[in-house]
């Protein structure tokens, strides 16, 4: 499956996959997820240093959820 894993690092890492209770996935998820977004709001920060939280917030919502629904849902991008 992965080309930098030889068959048998992987065969554990699939092991250790199957082995991890249903509660512990979902903390590492996310735990991915909240990274993600705080990777994502320093990228805006970064783009758009003079934005406010609430301008930020909306961008997020522009990456997460496409620009079409984030304008459904939260309105227009605040001036």
């Known amino acids: 499956m992965n080309r930098d ?3 048998e690092e ?6 250790l996959w199957r ?4 509660w512990r996935k979902w903390e590492l998820m996310e ?3 909240r990274v993600a977004r705080e990777l994502a709001l ?3 920060r970064r783009r758009h240093p003079a ?4 301008e930020l917030r909306r961008r997020l919502a522009d990456l997460l959820l496409g620009p079409e629904l ?3 849902v939260y309105g227009p991008m605040p001036k």
Do not use: C, H, I, S
């Open 5 to 7: 894993t030889t068959p």
């Open 10 to 15: 992987e065969a554990v890492l699939v092991r």
């Open 19 to 22: 082995e991890t209770p249903a």
């Open 31 to 33: 735990d991915v997820n």
């Open 42 to 44: 320093a990228g805006l």
């Open 51 to 54: 934005a406010t939280p609430k």
């Open 70 to 72: 984030a304008a459904q």
